[in-house]
């Protein structure tokens, strides 16, 4: 079972990054994906899922109208478009793969996880 989550960066608030996650297609074909992020002594936040059709999305509030979730199952990868990045947006971004065809707001709905990418947003 393997996530690669990559596209983190270094970015000034205001700018965009694109997030990709690419699985095996035995890992995500019919099931949801969710991007979560970290920092350091806080727990690990939900950020966006995503249904394995791809039709049906949620985000954190603290998120919404500023970053999409999307997927190419034919490609066996999700996205997360992040416009309008802000200084509080830094974290390691984890992409995840469902216990289910839906997309859960906790991590423990979900049972394989990245390895993390860093975004850092400077002011």
């Known amino acids: 079972v393997q996530l690669q989550a990559s596209g983190g960066g270094l970015v000034q608030a205001g700018g965009s990054l694109r997030l990709s996650c690419a699985t095996s297609?035995?890992?995500?074909?019919?099931?949801?994906m969710g991007w979560f992020r970290q920092t350091p002594g806080k727990e690990r936040e939900f950020v966006a899922g995503i249904n394995w059709r791809g039709d049906s999305t949620s985000y954190a509030a603290s998120v919404k109208g500023r970053f999409t979730i999307s997927r190419d199952n034919a490609k066996n990868t999700v996205y997360l478009q992040m416009n309008s990045l802000k200084p509080e947006d830094t974290a390691v971004y984890y992409c995840?793969?469902?216990?289910?065809?839906?997309?859960?707001?906790?991590?423990?709905?979900?049972?394989?996880w990245g390895q993390g990418t860093l975004v850092t947003v400077s002011s």
């Open positions: 995840a793969v469902a216990l289910s065809s839906m997309s859960p707001g906790v991590s423990s709905g979900y049972r394989y």
């Open positions: 297609r035995r890992t995500s074909s019919n099931n949801g």
